[in-house]
């Protein structure tokens, strides 16, 4: 049979997610017995803190293991707009909240019900890997705008305005940024926000690392104006800041009009997100959870001691990110350079470390690596890299 015939035109134009490929190659080689370090994933390898556990017990215990509303149950919508009120000072019905699987199905969710064919979106790279195969997938156009290491991972606001057409519809923004670990400045984000206003965009805000911040404070682009705000929608979740990667639980803040579609698309697709997920998030957000500032004060520890090390690597230039969990190396001026990608597969065959090629992330030249790994780990990952750039 050929399968491919059978499959949708729509499939031929989607790339598989690379940093999902690059971890299930490095945990294929662990399995079989290599000692590979990795920094490729994108989730913290601390325990999913106890309490939110126990909570996730009581929920099953207690008969909590049915359907729930499509848009998430309404304590934890609740729960969410409280938690934007008491953060960053805005104010969000219930009716403006849906929970979902994951930060990432709220994402798809909101490109399929924006976005008509031929569409434009503007994405910054280095961008998050799933942004531009979710524009595709809903028929829209992604309109790449660069923001490298020399413009600190920012693309300046002159290379965004000469990338609105008139069929631009929205602006994704990520700031803590995945890969490059950039936090946009406040003043930034309230010209973007602007720019957005004036040509009567949307903004999309993925805020999914707003609580890894460790310089400064977290700018919640919402809060910035009303203007601002009735025009963006703001992903988050529990994945990142509770360590909940495998729960699958986020949610999306914005237009009660755009909520609404989302959940009707919602309602054909998934139904509702797990029933107990919900219960444990509701944990996360209600109750104290200590782990929550000793997991931020690690990362911050991590990031630091990775920095120090890879600043002295010769060839390799980088930047000190501000959040979120990456560091983000440009590799171009190494010796013997030829494409990340390379680099990264001799990296993990010759020195067993695994890393994300900036291929995969729209940015050639660059590679990302993720420091939500033991501190023993990363100074060892960090000793075996030095060596492979010395011997080259
Ligand atoms: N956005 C960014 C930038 C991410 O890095 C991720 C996860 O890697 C997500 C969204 C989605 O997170 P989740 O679906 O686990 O909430």
Redo the contacts with the bound molecule.
């Keep these: 049979m050929d399968y491919q015939k059978l499959m949708a035109a729509r499939m031929a134009q989607l790339a598989p997610s690379a940093t999902l490929r690059i971890n299930a190659l490095a945990k294929e080689l662990q399995s079989q017995g290599k000692p590979v370090l990795s920094f490729a994933t994108?989730?913290p390898d601390f325990p999913t803190p106890p309490q939110i556990i126990a909570a996730a017990e009581v929920a099953m215990r207690s008969g909590k293991t049915k359907y729930t509303a499509t848009p998430g149950i309404p304590e934890l919508r609740r729960a969410v707009a409280d938690r934007f009120r008491r953060n960053y000072q805005v104010d969000y019905e219930p009716a403006e909240i849906i929970i979902g699987?994951?930060?990432?199905?709220e994402?798809y969710n909101l490109c399929q019900v924006i976005l008509n064919p031929g569409d434009e979106v503007i994405i910054f790279s280095p961008y998050?890997v799933?942004y531009p195969e979710m524009v595709k997938l809903a028929g829209g156009i992604p309109v790449i705008v660069e923001g490298g290491i020399e413009t600190g991972f920012v693309p300046t606001l002159a290379a965004v305005e000469a990338a609105i057409t008139k069929r631009t519809k929205a602006i994704i923004v990520?700031s803590p940024?995945?890969p490059t670990g950039a936090v946009y400045p406040r003043d930034y984000l309230q010209a973007l926000g602007q720019l957005a206003v004036n040509y009567n965009l949307l903004l999309v805000s993925?805020e999914?690392?707003d609580d890894l911040v460790y310089d400064g404070a977290h700018t919640c682009i919402a809060a910035l104006s009303p203007e601002i705000r009735e025009r963006t929608i703001t992903?988050g979740?529990?994945?990142?800041s509770f360590s909940m990667?495998g729960w699958?639980?986020?949610w999306a803040a914005g237009p009660a009009p755009i909520i609404k579609a989302m959940t009707d698309l919602q309602s054909h697709s998934t139904s509702n997100p797990s029933s107990i997920s919900q219960y444990a998030a509701l944990a996360g957000l209600t109750q104290d959870i200590p782990e929550l500032a000793m997991m931020q004060a690690a990362f911050r520890r991590r990031r630091d001691l990775m920095f120090e090390q890879l600043a002295r690597v010769k060839g390799f230039s980088l930047i000190l990110p501000q959040g979120?969990f990456y560091l983000f190396i440009d590799l171009r001026q190494t010796p013997g350079y030829t494409t990340s990608e390379e680099f990264c597969a001799q990296l993990l065959s010759e020195q067993l470390v695994a890393a994300v090629p900036g291929e995969a992330f729209g940015a050639p030249g660059y590679f990302r690596l993720s420091y939500a790994t033991a501190e023993s780990d990363i100074i060892e990952g960090c000793r075996r890299i030095a060596e492979f750039i010395a011997r080259r």
Excluded at 237 to 240: A, I, L, M
């Design positions: 994108g989730e699987a994951g930060g990432k199905q994402l998050w799933s990520n940024n995945n993925d999914i690392y992903i979740g529990v994945s990142k990667t699958r639980l986020g979120a």
